[in-house]
């Protein structure tokens, strides 16, 4: 017997991980008195993939455990990149993950004022300055790593010629391009990020939210930090790549003179099998290497949602990996088992044949037809049973049968018998094959009635157990069966001459007609609130895709189902 475990005591026992230690260490040191606030800062420029969903969860999990609050914040900085579309897509995921910010939605946008008077204090301070290097000219005398850089001529500029400039760009006097504000840091600092970087640049665009009220734009890392000092964020939880950016965002917030929240990094999720990058992820759905963000194929959070995964799978399996200090990568299939352990303890079970292949039960009545009963859930009693049409004719997967089988198969082949799942024992008679094709038409059997299922003689022990439909009581549907999309495991790690595209999996989609037995139709897959996953038994879990229509279903596969041999043994 399996333990059922409560996944909140688990959480309770589990040694804390390095960001819950420092919180812990924060608050018993009366750190911002106690207060925890954390926040999930998305750009706007992308639909959200499960890296981030691990980010969602770390953060807003966090603000829950310490009984603080998680603020949903965009970064919105770039008005070129930057679309409505993707606000309302980043929001929609992280209602459906489960998380609420409450009134705490925010934008960097909001704090575009504030920030040009950050910019007027360092100004003042001496600490920036009005460059009029291009773009090309201001990375040349960058320098490297081992290379200092070279001052600008600008950076002596008089402060009141710094004032004039700045205001004067922000009014549009000057076109894109032709003249930045920039910190005045260090040159020569081993980190280039504080090589005095850009902080504020001219952009004549529309920005999503302030329209075309500025022309002038701050960096991302001139937005970042002071957005989360402005919110009061107490834990800044970002990804490993922002550690070299971390002494450049305590330098604005010392030089400014604010709040100072405490960044921590953790590493960046990786998955196997896909790629995460938000540009590839473009290229994909522009491309049209994929139908659109929400191709169940895509690692994006709205792609696994229409594949059917459960906010609760994802949810574990953010707990599961937990919080990584070093870059790593996870393996996909963690990921399949976690939706694999949700779905198999909620989803009802349906027989549903894929590749079918049609049995004729000579001596079973031709008008007859009796009704079976199968436990809707075997691992959840009160789901209670469902009836399953049997009779005459049915259909059996093809893959299920052999003429001329190994001594290992244990499924249909001539003169072999197997039970029929929730029904009878057949045995295999004989085959009618299409003359032309030679592929088999017909597959004849015989049953033995003494083998009824749930009756008290049907305990003959047979090898194998068949999943079935029958015939004329079967409801069709298209079933996409989706594969990994790409064959190499980390597609980012190419070979020399290739990109990730090369490798790429044809067969990610494969579409089927399965006949599927007929209580599908009265599962309340189109009532609200209706559960529309199901366990295909024997083949995996699949889920009711959007495309569906009363006339039509459809379905997608989520996971196959691993093991799927032994447990139909098991559970006959
Ligand atoms: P971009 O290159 O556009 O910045 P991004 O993936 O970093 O892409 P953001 O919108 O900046 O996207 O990410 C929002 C938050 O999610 C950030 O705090 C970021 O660190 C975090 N995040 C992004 N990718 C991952 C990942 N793979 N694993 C964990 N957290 C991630
Ligand atoms: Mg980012």
Redesign the pocket.
């Known amino acids: 017997m399996e333990e059922t475990k409560n996944p909140e005591d688990e959480r309770e026992t589990r040694s804390l991980n390095f960001i819950e230690e420092i919180i812990e260490e924060d608050i018993r040191n009366g750190v911002n008195e106690g207060r925890v606030h954390t926040r999930?800062?998305?750009?706007p420029?992308?639909y959200l993939?499960?890296?981030?969903a691990?980010?969602i969860c770390l953060n807003f999990g966090l603000g829950k455990k310490y009984n603080g609050k998680t603020n949903l914040r965009f970064?919105d900085t770039n008005p070129v990149r930057e679309e409505v579309e993707y606000v309302d897509s980043i929001m929609e995921d992280v209602r459906w993950l489960g998380f609420d910010w409450e009134d705490r939605l925010f934008y960097a946008s909001d704090y575009f004022e504030q920030l040009y008077e950050y910019a007027l204090i360092l100004i003042r301070k001496g600490k920036a300055f009005v460059c009029d290097m291009t773009a090309g000219e201001i990375s040349e005398t960058r320098g490297t790593p081992t290379r200092p850089g070279k001052e600008s001529i600008y950076r002596s500029r008089s402060i009141e010629e710094n004032l004039d400039l700045f205001s004067r760009m922000r009014t549009g006097e000057f076109p894109d391009g032709t003249r930045v504000l920039r910190a005045k840091i260090d040159m020569d600092s081993p980190n280039m990020h504080m090589r005095d970087p850009v902080i504020y640049r001219i952009l004549h665009a529309h920005h999503h939210r302030t329209g075309d009220s500025w022309c002038i734009y701050p960096m991302y890392d001139f937005a970042h930090g002071q957005s989360d000092s402005i919110e009061r964020i107490t834990h800044s939880?970002?990804?490993l790549e922002?550690e070299v950016h971390r002494p450049l965002y305590d330098w604005f917030i010392r030089e400014i003179g604010i709040y100072a929240p405490r960044q921590i990094e953790?590493a960046?999720?990786?998955v196997t099998y896909t790629v995460?990058?938000?540009?590839k992820l473009l290229e994909l759905v522009r491309d049209g290497n994929v139908n659109g963000w929400d191709d169940p194929r895509m690692p994006t959070i709205c792609g696994l949602r229409r594949r059917g995964f459960t906010p609760e799978s994802i949810r574990n399996f953010a707990d599961t990996i937990g919080v990584a200090k070093r870059d790593n990568v996870i393996d996909v299939s963690l990921l399949e088992f976690c939706i694999r352990e949700d779905l198999n303890k909620r989803a009802n079970r349906l027989m549903a044949v894929l590749n079918p292949v049609k049995v004729v039960i000579d001596n079973y009545p031709g008008d007859l037809v009796e009704e079976m009963e199968s436990a809707s859930n075997p691992e959840d009693e009160s789901k209670g049973k469902r009836k399953i049409p049997f009779s005459k004719t049915i259909f059996i997967e093809r893959e299920d049968f052999m003429e001329d089988p190994p001594n290992k198969f244990f499924r249909l082949a001539p003169g072999r018998e197997v039970r029929l799942k929730a029904a009878y024992i057949i045995r295999c008679e004989s085959v009618v094959k299409d003359p032309e094709t030679g592929e088999i038409a017909e597959i004849h059997c015989t049953y033995d009635p003494q083998t009824k299922s749930g009756m008290p003689e049907s305990n003959r022990k047979v090898k194998g157990t068949l999943h079935w439909v029958s015939e004329k009581q079967a409801v069709k549907a298209e079933v996409r069966l989706y594969d990994r999309l790409f064959t190499r495991e980390n597609p980012d790690d190419v070979e020399e001459g290739k990109t990730y595209k090369d490798y790429m999996n044809p067969d990610s989609l494969k579409v089927v007609t399965a006949m599927i037995e007929p209580s599908v139709l009265t599962a309340g897959i189109f009532t609200p609130g209706g559960f529309d996953k199901f366990q295909f038994e024997r083949i995996g879990y699949f889920s009711v895709d959007k495309d569906s229509t009363p006339e039509k279903l459809v379905f997608n596969r989520v996971v196959p189902l691993k093991d799927s041999w032994s447990k139909v043994e098991k559970t006959k």
């Open positions: 999930f800062p998305p750009e420029n992308g993939h499960i890296g981030h691990k980010s970064d939880i970002c990804t922002f953790f960046r999720l990786n995460m990058s938000k540009r």
